[in-house]
Structures are given as C-alpha cells and as structure tokens.
T-cell receptor, first 116, second 111 residues
Framework: DGGITQSPKYLFRKEGQNVTLSCEQN?????MYWYRQDPGQGLRLIYY???????QKGDIAEGYSVSREKKESFPLTVTSAQKNPTAFYLC???????????????FGPGTRLTVL | LAKTTQPISMDSYEGQEVNITCSHN???????ITWYQQFPSQGPRFIIQ???TKVTNEVASLFIPADRKSSTLSLPRVSLSDTAVYYC????????????FGTGTSLTVIP
C-alpha cells in the first residue's frame, strides 16, 4: 500500500521540551511539506523540501526545524522556541514536475500535538 | 500574493448541487488551481485541479473563467458524507507567490 504515514497520532509534551514528528512516504515523491492547522483555521506552511538535502522555510518556520536526509522521510522538530506549539500537524508529499507543474499533494493522517 | 478568498460556510440539502467559489485575484500565469476536501482530524484529500475553462471528474467539476481570477467548485447531488471543509489552493511554494490554503469553506449537508 502506497501512502504517507505520520506518527504518533497523538503526542503530549511538557513545555520547554523539543519534540520530533515523523513523516514517511513510499510514493517516491520528490517534494514533501509540513503544515500546521489550528482549530477552525486553514493550513499554514511550515517547511517544504523539493529534493533530498534541501529544504525551504514556509510562512511560519520560526521555532521549527526539519531535515531531509532520505527521499522517503521528512521529520519535523518542534523546538522550545515555538511559542504556541499545540496544534494539528500535517505532512504531505507531491511529485515536483517543475515549472508549469501540476502539484497534487497527498496528505498524511496528521499528528495532534498538545503541549502541557 | 496568490491569496485565496472563500465563503466561510455554506449549507445545502441532500441531493442539491453545491457551488463554492474561490477568489484568487493575484494568480500567476503558471499557477494551477487545486481543490481539497478535509474531514475533521484528517488530512486534506485532493478533489480536482484545473488551469482554465472547465474540468470534470467523477466527483466534481471545476469552472475557471477566462481571466482566472476566480474558480468555482461544483459538487453535484451532495450527500451527508460531503459535509466537510473545502479548500482552494493556488500555485506552489517555490513559484515565488505566497502559497496559501486559506480558511476554507465549511459545507454542511442537511438531510
């Protein structure tokens, strides 16, 4: 079965602790993304990566870090510098076809992070 | 900035056709328009994508006027299971314009 997996589904952490959210895909997609969603809000882009060992900040990257050492994996670390980390985090992937691309994103099930 | 604007919410009775319009006045020449559906506590799911005129698939149609400053998602004969949030998305993050999902349109289908 091809798809995107995120783990864990629910995560609880104490304030001041760093936490890493996992995202794995076996779709052989080049591009991967991390979004944050707050209650009643849309999705906001945190980071994205078009290719292995390269990633770019999105609209709300402060307090977050990522790595892309493998094509299949794009973990997100929520650091203690993130002022309000409690949210629903979504990972996605897509085929990067370059200019004039039809970028259709496939989303994982999400991780709900609660910082106590 | 390719920011999108949609109605916050809509209600419809079962069996009716629903049209949701998205405004994207600053759409770039290269940008495609993509619509996603999201159920509570799940990741969004792709519905349909287009560049201009009309696109139809097994679940929806997408109408895009010649100036491409707006698009309309059309859901034929909605059922209760179509109750969800629908997002319009324009462009890609590396295209130079702001990549923005927006708050989406919450559709409630009434029996």
């Amino acid at each position: 079965d091809g798809g995107i997996t995120q783990s864990p589904k629910y995560l609880f952490r104490k304030e001041g602790q760093n936490v890493t959210l996992s995202c794995e895909q076996n779709l052989n997609h080049d591009a991967m993304y991390w979004y944050r969603q707050d209650p009643g809000q849309g999705l906001r882009l945190i980071y994205y990566s078009q290719i292995v060992n390269d990633f770019q900040k999105g609209d709300i990257a402060e307090g977050y870090s990522v790595s892309r050492e493998k094509k299949e994996s794009f973990p997100l670390t929520v650091t203690s510098a993130q002022k309000n980390p409690t949210a629903f985090y979504l990972c996605a992937s897509s085929i990067d076809l370059g200019e004039f691309s039809r970028d259709t994103q496939y989303f994982g099930p999400g991780t709900r992070l609660t910082v106590l | 900035l390719a920011k999108t604007t949609q109605p916050i919410s809509m209600d419809s009775y079962e069996g009716q056709e629903v049209n949701i319009t998205c405004s994207h006045n600053n759409i770039a020449t290269n940008d495609y328009i993509t619509w996603y559906q999201q159920f509570p506590s799940q990741g969004p799911r792709f519905i349909i994508q287009g560049y201009k005129t009309k696109v139809t698939n097994e679940v929806a149609s997408l109408f895009i006027p010649a100036d491409r400053k707006s698009s309309t998602l059309s859901l034929p004969r909605v059922s209760l299971s179509d109750t969800a949030v629908y997002y319009c998305l324009v462009g890609e993050p590396w295209a130079g314009n702001q990549f923005y999902f927006g708050t989406g349109t919450s559709l409630t289908v009434i029996p």
